[in-house]
């Protein structure tokens, strides 16, 4: 039993480049969740999905894509990736009210 | 206006002592939960403990126990006999029942002194 798992670790983008981080989980859980989160700062939510085929955003939604491909993986996309968007980047996904997290993935963009 | 608030960037505790991390946290709504997490240099976010609106008691997980005092909004984190694997940065969070996902305010950072 895996969790919530992320990939990848690491990655380091040039401005315009696009990506996929992909997330995810093995606990049959139904929501799933993208956050960043920025230097000395909490998470803030950038998408999350209530179920399969479905997805709303959050606070911070610009730049970013999501898809939930089936109850196991939600990914999020960067089109064209812009110094802004380097964070922490964590998935988590919640049955009940506790929110499980993966172990983020840290992006650069230069 | 911020919907979770931390006003102490940083803390220090003498190892074995206890410490609290203040929180409070405005909504409209009665029911709501409330969260504190605990990201260890490593980075990964670990649920510590969780304490329903509506629950009569103060939520209590081993040595952390959570203040509640509804009326002023507050949510005080309370870690007894501090270790040195306590030092971490701790976040509080909401989760409201319009909004399925949690409000973080921007964390404490707490370091335990031998």
């Known amino acids: 039993n895996a969790g919530v798992t992320q990939t990848p670790k690491f990655q380091v983008l040039k401005t315009g480049q696009s990506m996929t981080l992909q997330c995810a989980q093995d606990m049959n859980h139904n929501s799933m969740y993208w956050y960043r989160q920025d230097p000395g700062m909490g998470l803030r939510l950038i998408y999350y999905s209530a179920s399969e085929g479905t997805t709303d955003k959050g606070e911070v939604p610009n730049g970013y894509n999501v898809s939930r491909l089936n109850k196991r993986e939600f990914s999020l996309r960067l089109e064209s990736a812009a110094p802004s968007q380097t964070s922490v980047y964590f998935c988590?996904?919640?049955?009940?009210?506790?929110?499980?997290f993966g172990p983020g993935t840290r992006l650069t963009v230069l | 206006a911020q919907k979770i608030t931390q006003t102490q960037p940083g803390m220090f505790v003498q190892e074995k002592e206890a410490v609290t991390l203040d929180c409070t946290y405005d909504t409209s709504d009665q029911s709501y939960g409330l969260f504190w997490y605990k990201q260890p240099s490593s980075g990964e976010m670990i649920f510590l403990i969780y304490?329903?609106?509506?629950?009569?008691q103060n939520a209590t997980e081993g040595r952390y126990s959570l203040n509640f005092q509804k009326a002023r909004k507050s949510a005080n984190l309370v870690i007894s006999a501090s270790q040195l694997g306590d030092s971490a940065m701790y976040f509080c969070?909401?989760?409201?029942?319009?909004?399925?996902?949690?409000?973080f305010g921007s964390g404490t950072r707490l370091q335990v002194q031998p």
């Open positions: 988590a996904s919640s049955v009940t009210y506790e929110q499980f």
């Open positions: 969070a909401m989760r409201e029942p319009h909004r399925r996902a949690l409000t």
């Open positions: 304490q329903g609106s509506y629950d009569e």
